[in-house]
């Protein structure tokens, strides 16, 4: 019986990190699906986008309040979490704050004020977080696409974070050794106040609680991130690394069509001719469902933190028109997630279920409601690109379906037959000047 705490938190940790890599080999194989590209280049850029937008937050602070709480939040957590590696170690030993017989008291002391300090701070931001969402009602959040899961998604994450940090400090408060210290106690020692009429066998039992639900909700919160839009803590990172370093107005050129081109300006080249047997069938135009992305495509997806700026900055959307980047963004996570789900109920293989991602979830109405202007891409504090998936599926529809709207179909006819926009003959251009 003496080990049986010890057995129960190995078990719990191992089926935790078990569970969370399960999903994660999941998470993996479905940004798989997407095809490859090449993102070897200006590996000192990324790495510098790495750093300054991911870790740095650089993007989060250009709107200084969410930004900077958002920055509190983000530092807090990760920082706070360092206590997690004592936890898990006196949780496998049986010890009792193994940091505390290793450093000078002064040093832990130090670290464990650092945490309570930000757990405060931690727990304030997030109730201003709840208090926008929830009562002041800020319009990105409560957009047509935001729907019960989204809103709520939200709210059982700001909820998670306080019920953590609160039993950070209830742990720490009715620790007798750590109070005994009188040392890193900055936040703690005036909760400790409210336990003082409280037996030492019922301060150790709510230390015990507070300890045992502390590390079991952290292992929950982190499975939880799988099926939510805090992803993006994870994500965050290879996101911008992997993230569009090239001019936002230069787009890729489609191989197939290149190669056709050069053919027909070849004089050498039949352009009525059959294709030589054997001859590799090109491959399909843009995209229509999400395997027709690219996997950097798919990551983005995976990444959208749904806050909403990229919306809130779409000239389209404020107009009235229905284009919404976001759920552009969340609309592909969700057909990827369905194809996922279709892979792993066939045996890992693909069976066509009658759905695509253009119109099944993304109307052509959203798509070419877009002006193509980058608001979006510059937006996102996260470095997603919904203007790519939408580009890539305009694509499909104009050189696979033929489907482009009729004032496009028009100025192409107009430059196909008269080097230009606009329906007058290139012997009419100068009349203008005889007017």
């Known amino acids: 019986m003496e ?19 399960m999903n994660v080999k999941k998470l993996v194989r479905n940004i798989k699906l997407g095809k490859d590209v090449d993102v070897s280049d200006h590996k000192s850029k990324r790495w510098n986008n790495m750093a300054m937008i991911a870790l740095g937050q650089s993007k989060m602070v250009r709107r200084p309040i969410s930004g900077i709480l958002h920055v509190i939040v983000y530092v807090g957590f990760v920082i706070i979490n ?8 006196d949780g496998l030993f049986g010890t009792h704050r193994m940091f505390s017989d290793v450093l000078p008291t002064s040093v832990y002391g130090f670290l464990i004020g650092s945490f309570e300090l930000l757990a405060a701070l931690v727990f304030v931001s997030v109730i201003v977080f709840w208090f926008r969402r929830n009562v002041i009602k800020i319009k990105r959040f409560w957009a047509n696409e935001m729907t019960s899961w989204p809103k709520n998604d939200a709210n059982f994450i700001l909820y998670f974070e306080m019920v953590l940090m609160t039993l950070f400090l209830i742990m720490n408060a009715s620790d007798v050794q ?55 803590i994870l994500l965050a ?6 993230g569009k370093v090239r001019p936002k107005g230069q787009f890729d050129n489609n191989e197939a069509v290149t190669k056709e081109v050069k053919m027909m300006m070849d004089p050498n080249v039949d352009p009525f001719a059959a294709a030589p047997e054997g001859a590799e069938t090109p491959a399909k135009f843009g995209a229509s469902d999400v395997q027709d992305l690219s996997w950097v495509q798919l990551l983005n997806a995976y990444t959208c933190t749904e806050c909403g700026r990229c919306t809130s900055e779409c000239p389209a959307n404020q107009t009235g028109k229905k284009l919404s980047p976001r759920k552009i963004m969340m609309d592909t996570r969700d057909r990827l997630e369905e194809v996922g789900k279709n892979i792993d109920a066939n045996k890992g293989e693909f069976k066509d279920d009658g759905k695509q991602l253009l119109d099944d979830y993304i109307t052509r109405e959203e798509l070419w409601a877009c002006t193509t202007c980058n608001a979006c891409v510059e937006a996102c504090p996260v470095s997603i690109d919904p203007l790519s998936i939408i580009m890539d599926m305009r694509r499909y529809l104009v050189m696979e379906q033929s489907a482009a709207p009729m004032e496009l179909n028009n100025m192409m006819t107009n430059v196909e037959n008269n080097g230009a926009p606009w329906p007058y003959n290139q012997m009419d251009r100068l009349n203008w000047k005889n007017e």
């Open 3 to 21: 080990y049986l705490p010890n057995i129960l938190f190995a078990i719990a940790l191992i089926a935790g990190i078990g569970y969370f890599v």
């Open 82 to 89: 360092i206590e997690v590696l004592e936890i898990i170690l």
């Open 178 to 232: 750590f109070q005994a210290m009188d040392s890193g106690n900055i936040i703690s020692q005036h909760i400790a106040s409210w336990f003082g009429n409280t037996s030492t066998e019922t301060l150790h039992i709510t230390e015990r609680t507070a300890w045992w639900l502390h590390i079991l909700g952290i292992l929950v919160f982190l499975n939880y991130l799988y099926f939510s839009k805090h992803l993006h």
């Open 237 to 242: 990172f290879p996101n911008t690394y992997f």
